[in-house]
T-cell receptor, first 115, second 111 residues
Framework: GAGVSQSPRYKVAKRGQDVALRCDPISGHVSLFWYQQALGQGPEFLTYFQNEAQLDKSGLPSDRFFAERPEGSVSTLKIQRTQQEDSAVYLC?????????????FGEGSWLTVV | KQEVTQIPAALSVPEGENLVLNCSFTDSAIYNLQWFRQDPGKGLTSLLLIQSSQREQTSGRLNASLDKSSGRSTLYIAASQPGDSATYLCAVRHTGNQFYFGTGTSLTVIP
């Protein structure tokens, strides 16, 4: 597609529910990133994929967070047993490859509110 | 862990003014630095990317500089316009594939 597409754009979940957030990166982009952005803060790294391989998941805040990219294109971020502190914008980004000169492109985010 | 700081947190200027946004980082061993713009309710749009070996990059009315040794970058916006109103974020790529972001500068350009 023309840009990074994320769905749903807005999600309200009751505490304890599981949620799944989808990211469709730019076609042909090898690298895919997930970030979490709390209100008034900069994005915080969650995890990184190169094709289907999850090379870095050091930013995932707990074992309730799980990400996958099984075919090296679309990625899903799953949050189990959501808590109020999970409320944030979840941003997906992609870049052409794993090279320092590649610009990173962000989607518009999935806004999660846990009530 | 890399710490990125942006000053000021908010800035309001009249239309037509030139302005400078500041970004500092604690670990100078970076691969590159990128400036982004974020509009309310939107994702991030890349403005300029500076490699660690470069000193500056320019795009239209925007000029970004990088002084890696002192851990500083500036984003210069010339002849500001109301459409420039947004939050500006800088991010450094350090080790691995993580980008470390600052908390942003919220810019308002008054017509």
């Amino acid at each position: 597609g023309a840009g990074v597409s994320q769905s749903p754009r807005y999600k309200v979940a009751k505490r304890g529910q599981d949620v799944a957030l989808r990211c469709d990166p730019i076609s042909g982009h090898v690298s895919l990133f997930w970030y979490q952005q709390a209100l008034g803060q900069g994005p915080e790294f969650l995890t990184y994929f190169q094709n289907e391989a999850q090379l870095d998941k050091s930013g995932l805040p707990s074992d309730r967070f799980f990400a996958e990219r099984p075919e090296g294109s679309v990625s899903t971020l799953k949050i189990q047993r959501t808590q109020q502190e999970d409320s944030a914008v979840y941003l997906c980004a992609s870049s052409l490859g794993d090279r320092n000169g590649n610009t990173i492109y962000f989607g518009e985010g999935s806004w999660l509110t846990v009530v | 862990k890399q710490e990125v700081t942006q000053i000021p947190a908010a800035l309001s200027v009249p239309e037509g003014e030139n302005l400078v946004l500041n970004c500092s980082f604690t670990d100078s061993a970076i691969y590159n630095l990128q400036w982004f713009r974020q509009d309310p309710g939107k994702g991030l749009t890349s403005l300029l990317l500076i490699q660690s070996s470069q000193r500056e990059q320019t795009s239209g009315r925007l000029n970004a500089s990088l002084d890696k040794s002192s851990g500083r970058s500036t984003l210069y916006i010339a002849a500001s316009q109301p459409g420039d109103s947004a939050t500006y974020l800088c991010a450094v790529r350090h080790t691995g594939n993580q980008f470390y972001f600052g908390t942003g500068t919220s810019l308002t350009v008054i017509p």
